[in-house]
């Protein structure tokens, strides 16, 4: 099992432009969330989903939209980037049945905004 | 608002030390506390996690001592090597029913050193 996988590794935008940071799991997890992570602030949850077609905020969803067609994908779309998206930005995944199963988290992308 | 609280920053302890980092919660509401570790360019992995029905979990030379009246949960790492230096996160899960527990909320991290 490849577990979480992140592309890309390392991404720089211009203010304005848009793009999309892919996720995929081959665990069959239900669950799946993305986070970003700054310094001094550990790690927020931007977007998460229970399963294909069900997608949910988390504590920072602004500026970024999210889609789930199927179960291993999880892609996080910026539409218009701000410097304030720069960041690094983790997926992870766990079974949705459960209340103590681990969380697996993705390598990361990190995305510079100029 | 930082619902979970991690300190310190930054800690460094010679080989053979003890490490310890702490954690407070506000939300009580949080019933499952995992600590992760970073290593640089990687992603969190799940290091340990306790339930609030316990005060202490050990794994190996890894220690959670829980309080839950004081809301505060600590990692103690005994007999610290070179190979634990890494970036450690506690985070905090609430039982809020549904999909409640997947949602981490995460401490600030700590940068810890172990020199050799």
């Known amino acids: 099992n490849a577990g979480v996988t992140q592309t890309p590794k390392f991404q720089v935008l211009k203010t304005g432009q848009s793009m999309t940071l892919q996720c995929a799991q081959d665990m069959n997890h239900e669950y799946m969330s993305w986070y970003r992570q700054d310094p001094g602030m550990g790690l927020r949850l931007i977007h998460y989903?229970?399963?294909?077609?069900?997608?949910d905020q988390g504590e920072v969803p602004n500026g970024y939209n999210v889609s789930r067609s199927t179960t291993e994908d999880f892609p996080l779309r910026l539409l218009s980037a701000a410097p304030s998206q720069t960041s690094v930005y983790f997926c992870?995944?766990?079974?949705?049945?459960?209340?103590?199963?681990?969380?697996?988290f993705g390598p990361g992308t990190r995305l510079t905004v100029l | 608002q930082q619902q979970v609280k991690q300190s310190p920053q930054s800690l460094i302890v010679q080989k053979g030390g003890i490490s310890i980092i702490n954690c407070a919660y506000e939300n009580t509401a949080f019933d499952y506390f995992p600590w992760y570790q970073q290593f640089p360019g990687k992603g969190p992995a799940l290091l340990i996690a306790i339930r609030p029905d316990v005060s202490e979990k050990k794994e190996g030379r890894f220690t959670i001592s829980f309080n839950k009246s004081a809301k505060q949960f600590s990692l103690h790492i005994m007999d610290s090597q070179p190979g634990d230096s890494a970036t450690y996160f506690c985070a905090a899960a609430p039982n809020a029913g549904g999909t409640s527990y997947g949602k981490l909320t995460f401490g600030q991290g700590t940068i810890l050193t172990v020199h050799p």
């Open positions: 989903s229970v399963g294909a077609g069900i997608t």
């Open positions: 992870a995944s766990r079974q949705l049945a459960g209340r103590f199963n681990e969380q697996f």
